[in-house]
């Protein structure tokens, strides 16, 4: 299994699966479930001998179609994408299970459709963490775009204008990133992220460089939804249909901090961005300080439980980019331990929604009450994804928040570790609410329930569920290998953690 | 004075693109109008497009389409041929433009079919109800 | 202006003589000049998506100049939908089958193991099985978004 194409099988798997499923899809419904699980453990299994295999021999590039660089397109694996496969195949196969049952129970009829646009994005988010070239991540960046736009209008009621505005505003990100690679053309003459590196230091031309290192932030900041360039999230990922929410919402956007950072670390030097602009540097974190108490503001204001989570969402995206602008070691392996511990919690968050939406039909405030005595499992899980936000051990968020803070107060930033302690407080706030009125409320007498039954969810989708919520455990308690054997090769020469 | 005015005459294709990405720009956030919003963004990417292409572009240089056989025998001067790669490039540009045309409008029909109105502050209005 | 209105609503406008015959004779022309771009992608200005969308602009002329469900008669929906499948699984399928034969992904050079013909041969020719693929899937995708978007989804009369 030692083939130097796994990486690619990785991506292939899901992509022929996505055409399969509408083929066979039209024919009979039996044929998705199988097939797209079956294509999914494959990735995710392929991602983790890839990882090994990185943490063996060391990263390596890979030429597609043997057209050497940099006239050809580069893939990257280094010891970041290869964590990064894994994440994505992996969070993906738990969403499948639960997507299945709630698209059939959403999209009756419309179920090959929907998977297909499904298999595209999760092939889109395999091919975007694993390529070294500027153009490339423009044309996969769009891909995800456009599936997520696909399955996001596919939702009730006000979906498709929600997804409109997202068209719109996403749009705007990807040109802007698409201006920003024109003018590092025309700066260097070649797309390769290496290459480009390799020719920037020597040029002589400030403002172009500082013009092109601003559109590709904009763009990116624009597709992660950092505030105050949100606006398009709370209305998209709330109305998506159930299935697409628990797979959009825990990777769409951090996948995008992780371009962000490799736009930092492999285009541009860590020695541009932290010392030639170091007045920069410091504003994008008090803008994320910012962005961070701002967005846990807005999240207490709302009375819908996916709502509340997609306004969590923004100020989770603001601790990363401000951790990996805080230029120390530290800061950067918080953020990077955040991707891979916030797409678990999101996660989990949404997966626990979604089996309250199937059984209930209904996510507002005042319909959660005593909902532990009908569905004990789901909330237990719910809990230990609160807890991981709020950010309490073992659980995995304490460990990624702890690093935040103390690389916060080794770079002097004192605002970014206020904005931090007041964002957990308010955390706290929000998710103590929740489970008051899940635990201690008794059973309000008109609960209605939909024609799915009462009860428990139902296993396809509690067993995801359960698996995600151990899983925020195995990564608290694993935390630290994890950061001595890969995070720690990530980050860029000269930084520790 | 002299040098601002070469400035502008000399690189007058790029003050054209500028203007464009901002009409585009201008149409896709203030205008309530759906279709009209959908039109700036195309004007956008198109804008973007013709900046790219406009790239390639050399003094006294040729389209870069040559003879295989003249090519064999005398060799060729790359100073007096276009860059390709960024044509070639804005076509995967193009392709993007069309899905994402394509989606905006599949998914306008479905919003029309809801509302019965494309003016967005009628939408509001009637979710507000 | 008044004389427009009036032919669109008794249905008259598109359906002139002139125009019908014209497209009639035209089409299979369009096809070719498709078929032609696609092949000479790799060695002069054109390629899958050109040739793709000049092939699915037939379509649309027909049912244009005629109506909705001619166009519908030569290129039905199933074999549309069928099709554009098809067209993206023979691309994902070679890109496969060049890994699988032992090279890299799209190493069309690796296709020698399969059928000898040269691996320098191989690599300039290989990217027509590619275009092919592209072709045939931006056709089908082409005219399914005039369909889709002129009749309003359901396939029998619009535009």
Redesign the interface.
């Known amino acids: 299994m030692n083939t130097p194409n796994m990486h690619l099988y990785i991506l292939a798997a899901p992509l022929l699966s996505a055409f399969a499923v509408n083929l066979l899809g039209r024919v009979s419904r039996a044929w998705i479930g199988p097939l797209i699980l079956a294509a999914l453990g494959f990735s995710t299994f392929g991602a983790l001998l890839t990882l090994l295999r990185v943490l063996r021999d060391g990263a390596y590039r890979y030429t597609v179609g043997n057209w050497q660089a940099p006239y050809g397109i580069e893939l990257v694996i280094d010891p970041l994408s290869a964590l990064m496969l894994l994440l994505v195949s992996s969070v993906a196969l738990l969403a499948t299970c639960s997507a299945l049952k709630s698209v059939q129970n959403e999209l009756p009829g419309r179920e090959h459709l929907f998977f297909t646009l499904y298999m595209i994005l999760v092939a889109g988010l395999l091919g975007l963490v694993q390529t070294g070239d500027a153009f490339n991540l423009y044309v996969l960046l769009e891909i995800t775009a456009i599936t997520t736009y696909g399955l996001i209008a596919m939702g009730p009621d006000r979906a498709p204008l929600a997804s409109f505005n997202y068209i719109i505003m996403g749009s705007i990100g990807a040109c802007f990133y698409l201006l920003g690679v024109g003018y590092l053309y025309i700066l260097t003459g070649t797309l390769n992220m290496a290459d480009i590196a390799g020719i920037l230091p020597g040029l002589n031309a400030p403002a172009a460089v500082a013009t092109a290192f601003a559109f590709l932030m904009v763009g990116l900041w624009v597709k992660m939804a950092l505030f105050p360039l949100h606006v398009w999230l709370p209305n998209a990922y709330s109305q998506a249909p159930t299935g697409a929410g628990v797979m959009i919402a825990p990777l769409m956007t951090k996948v995008t901090v992780y371009l962000m950072i490799r736009v930092m670390f492999s285009i541009f030097s860590p020695g541009y961005e932290f010392i030639q602009h170091a007045g920069v540097q410091s504003l994008i974190v008090w803008a994320a300080s910012l962005a961070i108490l701002c967005a846990s503001s807005l999240a207490l204001a709302q009375r819908d439980l996916r709502r509340m989570l997609t306004y969590i969402l923004v100020a989770e995206v603001a601790y990363m980019v401000g951790g990996v602008w805080l230029a120390n070691g530290t800061g950067m392996t918080g953020a990077i331990l955040h991707i891979v511990n916030d797409a678990m919690m999101t996660l989990c968050l949404f997966l626990a929604a979604a089996a309250i939406l199937y059984r209930t039909g209904s996510l507002e405030f005042d319909r959660l009450h005593g909902l532990y005595r009908r569905m004990p499992l789901t909330m237990a899980a719910f809990t230990v994804g609160a807890l991981s936000m709020i950010g309490v051990p073992p659980t995995c968020g304490f460990f990624s928040k702890w690093y935040l803070i103390l690389g916060a107060v080794r770079a002097g930033h004192w605002e970014f570790m206020t904005a931090l302690l007041i964002s957990s407080l308010i955390n706290a706030v929000l998710f103590f609410r929740i489970l008051e009125l899940a635990y201690f409320q008794p059973v309000a007498g008109l609960q209605a329930t939909t024609q799915q039954g009462s009860g428990e969810a139902p296993l396809p989708m509690l067993s995801p569920l359960l698996i995600s919520a151990i899983a925020l455990l195995a990564l608290g308690f694993g935390c630290g290998p994890l950061i001595e054997n890969v995070i720690r090769l990530a980050l860029p020469p000269g930084f520790a953690p | 004075m002299d040098q601002l005015l070469s400035e502008i005459v000399a690189k007058y294709n790029y003050w054209i693109y500028v203007v464009l990405m901002m009409i585009g720009?201008y149409a896709?956030?203030g205008k309530r109008n759906?279709v009209k919003?959908l039109l700036g963004?195309n004007i956008?990417?198109t804008a973007?497009i013709l900046?790219?292409v406009s790239?390639g572009g050399k003094r006294g240089a040729g389209i870069p389409?040559v003879d295989k056989h003249a090519v064999m025998l005398h060799g060729v001067d790359a100073s007096r041929i276009l860059n390709p790669l960024?044509h070639v490039?804005m076509?995967?540009?193009i392709?993007?433009s069309v899905?994402?045309t394509?989606?905006?409008?599949?998914?306008?029909?479905?919003?029309h079919?809801?509302f019965g109105t494309l003016e967005e502050d009628e939408?509001l209005e009637k979710?507000g109800q | 202006m008044k004389l427009l209105q009036e032919r669109t609503r008794d249905r008259l406008a598109g359906e002139d003589l002139i125009v019908r015959t014209a497209v009639r004779l035209l089409v299979p022309f369009i096809q070719l000049f498709g078929l032609y771009v696609i092949v000479h992608g790799h060695y002069s200005p054109g390629g899958g998506f050109q040739g793709g969308v000049i092939l699915g602009s037939s379509f649309i002329l027909l049912a244009l100049a005629f109506d909705l469900r001619t166009s519908l008669r030569f290129l039905s929906v199933r074999v549309n939908a069928v099709l554009s499948n098809v067209g993206v699984l023979i691309y994902t399928g070679v890109a496969l089958l060049c890994a699988l034969a032992g090279g890299l992904f799209l190493d069309y050079s690796a296709l020698d193991r399969i059928l000898p013909l040269g691996p320098v041969a191989w690599r300039s020719m290989g990217i027509f099985l590619v275009e092919l693929g592209v072709g045939i899937a931006v056709m089908c995708i082409m005219a399914s978004l005039f369909w889709d978007l002129g009749s309003g989804g359901e396939m029998d009369e619009g535009l």
């Open positions: 720009f896709m956030i759906l919003k963004m956008f990417q973007i900046f790219y790239i389409i960024p490039l076509l995967t540009a392709v993007v899905s994402v394509g989606v905006a409008l599949a998914i306008m029909i479905r919003i079919r809801k939408i979710i």
